[in-house]
């Protein structure tokens, strides 16, 4: 009769299930990034752009873009046995903004996509993510026709806090987006390992 476990056999492992929002302006690759590392098939709310959208979707620098999010992506990739992220990719727009207090609900973390054309599209999202005490990483999506800059230049014009991370990556590439996305747990895990100011007495 055999009790308890044998010194080889490994406790059974207890799973984790993390929330990581992807965000950042129109048409900076929100979508495409949540594609390329989901492990399943990413649920996408994409509606194509109409006429009637073009006074308030602002498509200088991305013109070739048809389609955009309405209400989010969604994703999931198993980073270890015992680690799966599941990806919330938010609407890039003004207008879609009053979902993202929905999606932010129990988030570990963010990544805020950047696009050196459109640098400035990015502002709302740091912001947002700053306000609220959300960790996150700025991944710089560099576009073969953008102009390539170093990650110091990039903090320097979004005004970043010095422990922010700022990331150069290809959100096409599997690799590249998987790293962005281990950056902004190592990230959040730090925040919250870090002891906490307390205020004087």
Same mark, same amino acid.
């Given at each position: 009769?055999?009790?308890?476990?044998?010194?080889?056999?490994?406790?059974?492992?207890?799973?984790?299930?993390?929330?990581?929002?992807?965000?950042?302006?129109?048409?900076?690759?929100? =979508? &495409?990034? #949540? *594609?390329?590392?989901?492990?399943?098939?990413? !649920? $996408?709310?994409?509606? +194509? /752009?109409?006429?009637? %959208?073009?006074?308030?979707?602002?498509?200088?620098?991305?013109?070739?873009?048809? =389609? &955009?999010? #309405? *209400?989010?992506?969604?994703?999931?990739?198993? !980073? $270890?046995?015992?680690? +799966? /992220?599941?990806?919330? %990719?938010?609407?890039?727009?003004?207008?879609?903004?009053?979902?993202?207090?929905?999606?932010?609900?129990? *988030?570990?973390?963010?990544?805020?996509?950047?696009?050196?054309?459109?640098?400035?599209?990015?502002?709302?999202?740091?912001?947002?993510?700053?306000?609220?005490?959300?960790?996150?990483?700025?991944?710089?999506?560099?576009?073969?026709?953008?102009?390539?800059?170093?990650?110091?230049?990039?903090?320097?014009?979004?005004?970043?806090?010095?422990?922010?991370?700022?990331?150069?990556?290809?959100?096409?590439?599997?690799?590249?987006?998987?790293?962005?996305?281990?950056?902004?747990?190592?990230?959040?895990?730090?925040?919250?390992?870090?002891?906490?100011?307390?205020?004087?007495?």
């Amino acid at each position: 009769m055999k009790f308890g476990r044998s010194p080889r056999e490994k406790a059974p492992v207890e799973p984790v299930t993390l929330k990581i929002l992807v965000a950042g302006g129109f048409g900076v690759g929100k =979508t &495409t990034l #949540v *594609a390329a590392v989901s492990e399943i098939k990413p !649920l $996408r709310t994409e509606e +194509t /752009l109409s006429e009637a %959208g073009r006074p308030v979707d602002d498509t200088g620098g991305v013109e070739a873009k048809h =389609t &955009t999010t #309405v *209400a989010m992506d969604f994703g999931r990739i198993t !980073l $270890r046995e015992d680690l +799966t /992220l599941y990806l919330f %990719g938010t609407p890039g727009q003004d207008r879609f903004w009053f979902l993202w207090d929905e999606l932010a609900q129990g *988030a570990l973390g963010a990544v805020v996509l950047a696009d050196t054309r459109r640098l400035e599209d990015c502002f709302a999202a740091v912001d947002y993510f700053e306000r609220r005490g959300i960790p996150f990483v700025v991944g710089v999506n560099c576009f073969d026709d953008a102009d390539h800059y170093p990650p110091e230049d990039i903090r320097t014009a979004l005004d970043l806090d010095p422990g922010v991370p700022v990331v150069l990556c290809d959100a096409r590439e599997r690799a590249s987006a998987k790293e962005v996305l281990i950056g902004v747990v190592e990230h959040a895990m730090a925040r919250a390992a870090a002891p906490r100011e307390t205020a004087p007495h």
